[in-house]
């Protein structure tokens, strides 16, 4: 398992589309055509049987489609996220490498950290910040001479007075 994102899980859903292809595949494919052969007139519960299992089919055909897609951007967002060196990933940023758009990559990054893909991160309107350890430190506030945790190399606000705090 990686820092950010949980590879594990990744294999995991990975799996599982394999067993909806094979359910889809090999299942119901067959047995719908052996129902559409066996269809007569006059025998309305085989079409009622044959409906109801393309309506399956398709539902999971499109299930199918999008887990791939979502799974495909998880794989696609992983590197960026492991290779970040400041801990803060500005959706801006993370557009200049994919080409996604802010939107999007705001509703990929819910549902990352949603469904556990993305880990020690949080998330807000502008950007992902990535929660590493042994990387914040406590200062204290030139001003009020309150505790503040930081993260080495970046700056924040003193939480106390609000004066700028920096600590490389």
């Given at each position: 398992?990686?820092?950010?994102?949980?590879?594990?899980?990744?294999?995991?859903?990975?799996?599982?589309?394999?067993?909806?292809?094979?359910?889809?595949?090999?299942?119901?494919l067959p047995l719908i055509i052996i129902?559409?052969?066996?269809?007569?007139?006059?025998?309305?519960?085989?079409?009622?049987?044959?409906?109801?299992?393309?309506?399956?089919?398709?539902?999971?055909?499109?299930?199918?489609?999008?887990?791939?897609?979502?799974?495909?951007?998880?794989?696609?967002?992983?590197?960026?996220?492991?290779?970040?060196?400041?801990?803060?990933l500005t959706y801006k940023r993370i557009?200049?490498?994919?080409?996604?758009?802010?939107?999007?990559?705001?509703?990929?990054?819910?549902?990352?950290?949603?469904?556990?893909?993305?880990?020690?991160?949080?998330?807000?309107?502008?950007?992902?910040?990535?929660?590493?350890?042994?990387?914040?430190?406590?200062?204290?506030?030139p001003t009020c001479g309150a505790s503040?945790?930081?993260?080495?190399?970046?700056?924040?606000?003193?939480?106390?007075?609000?004066?700028?705090?920096?600590?490389?």
């Open positions: 398992m990686d820092r950010y994102f949980n590879r594990e899980k990744l294999k995991g859903s990975n799996k599982y589309l394999v067993m909806c292809y094979v359910l889809f595949g090999v299942i119901l129902l559409i052969a066996g269809i007569q007139e006059g025998e309305t519960h085989m079409i009622v049987t044959v409906s109801i299992l393309l309506t399956i089919m398709t539902a999971e055909l499109v299930f199918f489609i999008l887990v791939i897609k979502k799974s495909n951007r998880a794989k696609r967002y992983a590197p960026i996220f492991e290779e970040d060196h400041d801990g803060i557009d200049e490498m994919t080409g996604y758009g802010v939107e999007r990559i705001k509703k990929d990054v819910n549902w990352l950290l949603q469904a556990g893909y993305l880990q020690n991160a949080v998330a807000d309107e502008e950007k992902v910040i990535l929660l590493r350890e042994n990387e914040f430190i406590n200062i204290t506030c503040n945790e930081i993260r080495i190399g970046s700056s924040n606000k003193c939480k106390h007075c609000g004066s700028y705090l920096r600590r490389v």
